[in-house]
Antibody, heavy 122, light 111 residues
């Protein structure tokens, strides 16, 4: 059974930093690209970042480019999101999601975690 | 302002057929696959349609997707109360502002 479990969400002050983690199980982690998608309270889905299966390619939404860094450790079946210079508008539930494509990148996310809540507030 | 445009709301009565539209441009829907997600209240999104019109296993055939030019649609036939949810379209975007874009979401109400 595929499982994605996010952790690391807390309340942080504006300008602060945070690292989110996503522990994956139930599939061959290093065969699939992984994504972070966020949802602000009461709002829609916003794609944040993706990393290819081997970590060689990364992409970011303009809203987080230069502040967030996505990474993965295939030996630990784990995905990460380093978040720096946090702003109030980064407040959201952050989901990690598995790409549907086998060693390709798509915009199909066939498995999602339950999310971890990041609140940026003083 | 989302890159992909969806109506904010839709509604129907049980048994009816409803459609939800998703409008984009040549850099996203016009040249890439469209995916649809269903988000039930308080839960994580679920993949409903992939590659424009394919259903993952377990998704009822009441749900169907289509694409024409720079627009796509999700159709739900035989509407049921448990279909009340938020629906999102998504696509790869070839422009610099991409690469993955979502629609703003459509809240479906079953009357």
């Amino acid at each position: 059974e595929v499982q994605l479990v996010e952790s690391g969400g807390v309340v942080v002050q504006p300008g602060g930093s945070l690292r989110l983690s996503c522990a994956a199980s139930g599939f061959t982690f290093d065969d699939y690209a992984m994504h972070w998608v966020r949802q602000a309270p009461g709002k829609g889905l916003e794609w944040v970042s993706l990393i290819s299966w081997d970590g060689g390619s990364t992409y970011y939404a303009d809203s987080v480019k230069g502040r967030f860094t996505i990474s993965r450790d295939n030996s630990k079946n784990s995905l990460y999101l380093q978040m720096n210079s946090l702003r109030a508008e980064d407040t959201a539930l952050y989901y990690c999601a598995k790409d549907t494509g086998l060693v390709v990148i798509t915009t199909g996310f066939d498995y999602w975690g339950q999310g971890t809540l990041v609140t940026v507030s003083s | 302002q989302s890159v992909l445009t969806q109506p904010p709301s839709a509604s129907g009565t049980p048994g009816q057929r409803v459609t939800i539209s998703c409008s984009g441009s040549s850099s996203n829907i016009g040249s890439n696959y469209v995916y649809w997600y269903q988000q039930l209240p308080g839960t994580a999104p679920k993949l409903l349609i992939y590659r424009n019109n394919q259903r993952p296993s377990g998704v009822p055939d009441r749900f169907s997707g289509s694409k024409s030019g720079t627009s796509a649609s999700l159709a739900i036939s035989g509407l049921r109360s448990e279909d009340e949810a938020d629906y999102y379209c998504a696509a790869w975007d070839d422009s610099l502002s991409g690469p993955v874009v979502f629609g703003g979401g459509t809240k479906l109400t079953v009357l």
